[in-house]
């Protein structure tokens, strides 16, 4: 399994932007995704890239999310813009559906 260590995380204030990135330890060549938990809801898959970098977007993130990846340093990235207080939620990496453990996931916090 290949193991994915989440960062970039943190409080932002309604507008803000954050950029995540997500490190695996040795190269993939699945669809990897970007996930968001929300407290008391489910996980869900917000962003996924394929290793060409085809992307494809949950609704409420089309426009303001960008996902890209680094085929060569084993990253996946998520660009985050015009954030909101409904993106609050841990987030997370994993390959598209998920086949690797889970990591720690960062922490989003939109709030003013």
């Known amino acids: 399994q290949v193991q994915l260590v989440e960062s970039g995380g943190g409080l932002v204030q309604p507008g803000g932007s954050l950029r995540l990135s997500c490190a695996a330890s040795a190269s993939t060549i699945n669809y990897m995704g970007w996930y968001r938990q929300a407290p008391g809801k489910d996980r869900e898959l917000v962003a996924r890239?394929?290793?060409?970098?085809?992307?494809a977007y949950e609704e409420s993130v089309k426009g303001r999310f960008t996902i890209s990846r680094d085929n060569a340093k084993n990253m996946v990235y998520l660009q985050m813009n015009g954030l909101r207080p409904d993106d609050t939620a841990v987030y997370y990496c994993?390959?598209?559906?998920?086949?690797?453990?889970w990591g720690q996931g960062t922490q989003v916090t939109v709030s003013s």
């Open positions: 890239i394929s290793h060409s970098g085809f992307t």
């Open positions: 994993n390959s598209d559906p998920p086949r690797n453990s």
